[in-house]
């Protein structure tokens, strides 16, 4: 297995995370494909990223719920590809199948072999073209289009859990590119505010949380406080934009919330803006 330290190990965390949802017992999404890329090691070592910090686990969790939503929605208004950048572990290939919806996925060479063993061995048979590279040296579309991603298209493209370990240059590339090439898409990301970077907040487990993640190899590099200017300089339309604090109250009202973090922690999504 991949060893669980930097920015690739960072998958195996998020997918021990995001499989505990399912235990819930009135969970936000059901994950029955993720356990299988996880075992005692990827168990300690989210445990040694979360302890003592409960929000920890419960970011991916109310995130994954709000990615499942907006790929449902692309996958009903006619979308025919979806990209995943910087995939990891992420199961929606399998979980959201769709008929005449190709599914790509990029990230590191060993992640996505393991992955595709792991599916092997389970008798799964994901329509994923997995593409081992990395995006910002080599470029989404370059990457994409030589495996077959066809840029004329309606497409979704999922960028969950990536653009805390950018640069802000390297986030503006990615999106100008799209942007340039791809002729409808929309794009759903995650983002932390530039406090929760700066290590400012004031908060102790949140400062001590990302400073776990840069003990791994992992540092954060890029948050963001004004979406609107950035979706400016994309020139690109916020379609929606939610912090992880809002889904905490819209779908578990009666669980108080357990720190700042959750409304430093932001979701949204982006269309070209018309020409
Ligand atoms: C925190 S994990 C998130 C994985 C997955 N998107 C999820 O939410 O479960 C970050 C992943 O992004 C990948 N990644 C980060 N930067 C990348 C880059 N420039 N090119 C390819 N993969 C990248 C890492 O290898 C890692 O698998």
Known sequence: MTAIKHVTGTAFIVAEY???????????????????????RTRAAADAISAGFPATEKLPRLRTRYFDDRLDEQLG????????????LDTRAVRKRSPGVAY????DANTLNLKQA???????????????GNYVAAGVLPLLESNGFDA??????????????????????????????????????DYMDEAVVARTTGELQTTTFVERFAAMGAPWHFGLDDLDALADEAAMTIADAVTVGGLHRTYWP?????SIVYDHYSLCTLK????
């Open 18 to 40: 995001r499989a505990r949802e399912n235990e819930e017992a009135h969970p936000l999404y059901v994950d029955r494909v993720v356990p299988i890329f996880l075992d005692a």
């Open 77 to 88: 208004s006619g979308c025919r590809q979806v990209v995943i950048l910087g995939s990891g």
């Open 104 to 107: 790509f996925e990029i990230d």
């Open 118 to 132: 792991r599916y092997a061995e389970n008798g799964i048979d994901a329509p994923v073209a997995f593409i081992p």
């Open 152 to 189: 004329g298209l309606p497409s979704f493209f999922i960028w969950e859990g990536n653009t805390m370990y950018l640069t802000r240059p390297a986030v503006m590339k990615v999106l100008a590119d799209l942007k340039e090439r791809v002729r409808q898409f929309a794009i759903s990301f």
């Open 254 to 258: 009666d669980r108080p919330l357990d």
């Open 272 to 275: 070209p803006r018309a020409a």
